[in-house]
């Protein structure tokens, strides 16, 4: 019911930055969380940073002061800007929503992932 296009991935050197979106659409009456996840291989899937539809923002220590979530409410969009890239924020990112489908559901949805690439 809900569709995600996640954009933005890619390989860039250390220091430099990518921006990264995603846009939910279907059957959306609103979204409330909307943030980023990112999984390396070998490793758990963490949180990268997540906003609600009010404002407020959460980051992983590893990622605060370097990256900045936002979004645009009336396109249902979420942006993850990275900055000052390093190696270690390889992973492939995903989009995760959680957006309401009718006036009792709320729909969480992963998007397919986008791979991120810091080369030293």
């Known amino acids: 019911q809900v569709q995600l296009v996640e954009s933005g991935g890619g390989l860039v050197q250390a220091g430099g930055s990518l921006r990264l979106s995603c846009t939910a659409s279907g059957r959306i009456f609103s979204c409330d969380a909307m943030g980023w996840y990112r999984q390396a291989p070998g490793k758990q899937r963490e949180l990268v940073a997540a906003?609600?539809?009010?404002?407020?923002?959460n980051y992983a220590d590893s990622v605060r002061d370097r990256f900045t979530i936002s979004r645009d409410n009336a396109k249902n969009t979420v942006h993850l800007q990275m900055n000052s890239l390093k190696p270690e924020d390889t992973a492939v990112y995903f989009c995760?929503?959680?957006?309401?489908?009718?006036?009792?559901?709320?729909?969480?949805?992963w998007g397919q992932g986008t791979q991120v690439t810091v080369s030293s």
């Open positions: 906003i609600t539809s009010g404002g407020s923002t």
């Open positions: 995760n929503v959680n957006c309401l489908v009718s006036t009792e559901i709320t729909l969480e949805t």
